[in-house]
């Protein structure tokens, strides 16, 4: 059985009877048994997945009608809800915390019949580039162990490209979905603020965050947008799509699209590598009959520094919850009173969200507030507007997914300016909530480099046909596992 098929294609064999889900299931399970033990994708597995798989080809035997999905296997980051599975946002604060309920993504997942097998490994509540800051221990990139797969959906990357699983979601706050799907080669969609409901997903800033599906191919991308978008009753931030199909005409091509590429994307920091693969991409879409055109974007040289800045001021609030009362491990309140229990069960937390948690409390304060919050907003409005401006004369913005290649791991551990500065290409469709796809285009030496593409707002389906007009370019080796 090839378990390198596209969920389109499982979908197919299921309905052609080609083989049960089950059977599927089973050897996606024994591929996780010969593989996971040193990729670490997986921090749970649902020991209910075969049951569920029995239970599905029974209802198909039976003519019984089933979900779209079929009992395609998706792996879950850890940080999304689902109901009675551990949620451990990768944190010895959740070690304990089982989901009493389904975040709104799996209650429409479920619905199609798609079958939960594991939730993945993510940096601890999100926060980081390479998996390396999950307390359980980092995930290993299946194209060579050594390096980091990305982060933080690291597990929900290294799953789907090592075959551990169909599909996968993750969440995106600064380009935890597009990083990791660039640096394992696969494909990853940060949806526009608001398109895919956050209820139950477990908040790091939730202003610009997105939960985003995460593939092999474009196509499979689509289909899981097209079961997991739309308004929401429990998230008021959502929008309605009216039901839109993304797959349909996903071959329209890019023929007579206007493309712009983002100069502070493509200049100083961008490796030398990733800049001529980057190139390669531009030329392939004019072949295409693309027109490519530099634009300017000032405010991307200070995106970093408001996306930081924003972001730990919203962690500091939405991680003020964890007192260790409420959720928390086994910590014996005995010999402490109120605020250092609290403050002792808080130092629990590792490290990078340590740092956030004090920058978070330092940068809104009174008397600070103005020279870093109130600025950081002003960034995040002035790049909104450039960004609009763009798409007054552009379809797209193009860019590498991340401006360098896969590194090693510990390579930056010791350097979190630089470990932020990773995020210079993805954390602009974040902060002005428009649609970005990474798209897998090449491997270099072994290491892969994706190209992303950013839309306009609610402009997913003309993102997916240039993304699949880029993908259709290109015929790249499969993992080498
Ligand atoms: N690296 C970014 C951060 O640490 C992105 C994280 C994310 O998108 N969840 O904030």
């Known amino acids: 059985m090839n378990l390198g098929i596209s969920a389109l294609d499982y979908i197919e064999a299921i309905k052609n009877g080609e083989f049960t889900v089950e059977e599927f299931v089973s050897e996606t399970f024994d591929q996780i048994k010969k593989v996971d033990g040193k990729l670490h994708a997986y921090l749970s597995l649902n ?43 990768a944190s010895k604060m959740l070690e304990k915390y ?11 997942l479920r619905k199609q019949d798609a079958l939960f097998i594991g939730k993945t490994n993510l940096d601890e509540f999100a926060m980081g580039t390479t998996t390396e800051f999950s307390v359980y221990g980092p995930s290993k990139n299946p194209w060579n162990q050594e390096y980091v797969p990305g982060g933080s959906s690291g597990g929900s990357a290294v799953a789907v490209s090592a ?42 800033a939730n202003s610009i965050e997105q939960i985003g599906p995460m593939a092999r191919t474009v196509k499979d991308t689509a289909f899981l947008l097209n079961v997991i978008s739309g308004i929401d009753p429990n998230d008021n931030t959502t929008i309605d ?26 200049g100083k920091g961008t490796d030398n590598t990733v800049s001529s693969a980057t190139k390669k991409a531009l030329a392939k879409f004019e072949d295409l009959g693309a027109k490519c055109e530099e634009i300017p974007i000032d405010m991307v040289d200070y995106s970093v520094a408001s996306y ?27 010999g402490y009173e109120f605020n250092s229990y609290i403050s002792k069960a808080r130092r629990s937390f590792g490290p990078e969200v340590t740092r956030r948690l004090i920058i978070g409390g330092f940068v809104p304060s009174a008397g600070h507030a103005g020279k870093y919050f109130l600025k950081a907003l002003k960034v995040k409005s002035r790049l909104t507007k450039e960004i609009n401006a763009a798409f007054k004369k552009v379809d797209f ?29 993805t954390v602009t469709a974040n902060l002005t909530g428009k649609p970005a796809i990474s798209v897998p285009f090449e491997i270099s030496n072994g ?35």
């Open 98 to 108: 089982t989901a009493p309920f389904d975040a709104t993504v799996i209650a429409r």
């Open 397 to 425: 913005l193009v860019a590498p997914t991340v401006p360098i290649l896969p590194f090693k791991f510990g390579e930056k551990l010791d350097d979190p300016v630089a470990m932020f500065l990773i995020d210079f290409n």
């Open 241 to 266: 799509n009216h039901g839109e199909d993304y797959l349909k005409n996903i071959d329209s091509g890019i023929d007579g699209k206007k493309i712009g590429i983002i100069s502070e994307m493509v």
């Open 47 to 89: 020991d209910k997945a075969l049951d569920q798989a029995k239970e599905l080809d029974k209802k198909r035997k039976a003519k019984e009608k089933i979900g779209s999905c079929m009992g395609m296997p998706i792996a879950i980051k850890d940080n999304i809800c689902v109901k009675g599975a551990k949620t451990t946002c």
């Open 308 to 334: 930081y800045t924003i972001t730990s001021t919203e962690a500091g609030s939405n991680l003020a919850r964890y007192d260790n009362l409420r959720y928390g491990f086994d910590f014996d309140l005995e």
């Open 163 to 204: 075959l551990e699983s169909v599909v996968s979601l993750g969440s995106d706050t600064g380009g935890s979905v597009r990083n990791p799907a660039s640096f394992c080669s696969i494909v990853g969609l940060k949806p526009t603020y608001g398109l895919v409901s956050r209820y139950g997903l477990i908040s790091y």
């Open 447 to 481: 290491l892969p480099i994706g190209i992303q593409i950013i839309a306009d707002s609610m402009q997913e389906k003309s993102l997916f046909q240039a993304a699949y007009a880029l993908e259709s370019t290109t015929n790249l080796p499969k993992v080498p596992l």
